[in-house]
Every structure is written in structure tokens, then in C-alpha cells.
């Protein structure tokens, strides 16, 4: 099995495999599952640092493994107008809702009571599965880990 202990803020090597992962799967700090191509993988990282899509990982070998974003269910809120797409981040905001906020368009996980807040306001909403990339909140780092050469052991 391979395994990942750190993370690269950028590489110029090249990039070995990828493995594809959903939001909730990426906020973990120790992750089992299976590259793109099939093969077995541990990643262990830091613990309050979720994985960033198109981060790259080095395995203890060497080898260069990039993180995708898995398709899943969600809802895309599409305002129509500047000052109501304000008012919906604000509503949803305060309800300490995770978001991936877009020009003109939120997402957020499935949930019919938001569906419904957004739809009060005139959104459109789209239930097409999609990346869901949220904010990682005022306080969070938006790079999600660090870089360093020294080896774990573990």
C-alpha cells in the first residue's frame, strides 16, 4: 500500500496518479481508499487541514499523487442579481451553512429547507451533482497543509 504523509504547494515533477475524492472524504486526516488507477492507498495528514482539490501528495516513495473533486449531490442556488445573491450569502451564512460560493451561485449540500429559503429570495435552484469545494471559513488557511522534506515515522 502506498502511503502519503505530506503535501506539496507545487511540483514540477510529474504527476504520477490521482485519486478522486467527495468533500466529506477530504476534510478527513486519515483517508483508505484506492487511486484512479487502482492502487491502494493511505493518506495521513495533519489533523483541522482538509485536502485541496488539485493538491499533490508524495507518497513515501517518491511518487506524485494529485487530489480530484468527486461529483456528488448538491444544490447550486443561481441568483439572478447582485444585491439578492448578497441577501442569500448573508441568510445562509448565518445559519453557519458550509458553502462553495461562485459568481452569482452557492452550493451547498442537499437540504430542502435551504432549498426553499433560496427559492423565497427567487433563486433557481440545480440539483445537478457537482465538485463541492466550500469555503474553508474566515479563519482557515486557503492552502490546506504545508510542505517539508524530513520523513515520518509512523
Not at 25 to 34: L, N, P
Not at 56 to 62: A, F, H, I, Q
Not at 76 to 101: E, M, P
Not at 121 to 147: Q, R, V, W
Request: aromatic content about 8%; glycine content about 10%.
Amino acid at each position: 500500500m502506498l502511503k502519503a504523509y505530506d503535501r506539496l504547494d507545487h511540483t514540477h515533477d510529474e504527476i504520477t496518479d490521482s485519486i478522486t475524492l467527495d468533500q466529506d472524504t477530504r476534510k478527513k486526516a486519515r483517508i483508505k481508499g484506492k487511486t484512479d488507477k487502482g492502487v491502494d492507498i493511505g493518506i495521513f495528514m495533519e489533523r483541522g487541514h482538509p485536502l485541496l482539490v488539485g493538491e499533490v501528495l508524495r507518497t513515501e516513495c517518491g511518487l506524485l499523487i494529485e487530489v480530484k473533486g468527486e461529483a456528488e449531490l448538491v444544490s447550486t442556488a443561481i441568483a439572478s442579481d447582485w444585491l439578492t445573491f448578497a441577501k442569500i450569502c448573508y441568510h445562509l451564512g448565518n445559519r453557519h451553512t458550509v458553502l462553495q460560493v461562485g459568481e452569482l451561485w452557492v452550493r451547498y449540500k442537499p437540504d430542502y429547507v435551504l432549498d426553499e429559503l433560496c427559492e423565497k429570495y427567487g433563486l433557481t435552484i440545480n440539483h445537478t451533482p457537482a465538485m463541492f469545494e466550500p469555503e474553508n471559513g474566515a479563519y482557515g488557511s486557503k492552502n490546506g497543509g504545508h510542505s517539508h522534506g524530513h520523513s515520518h515515522e509512523h
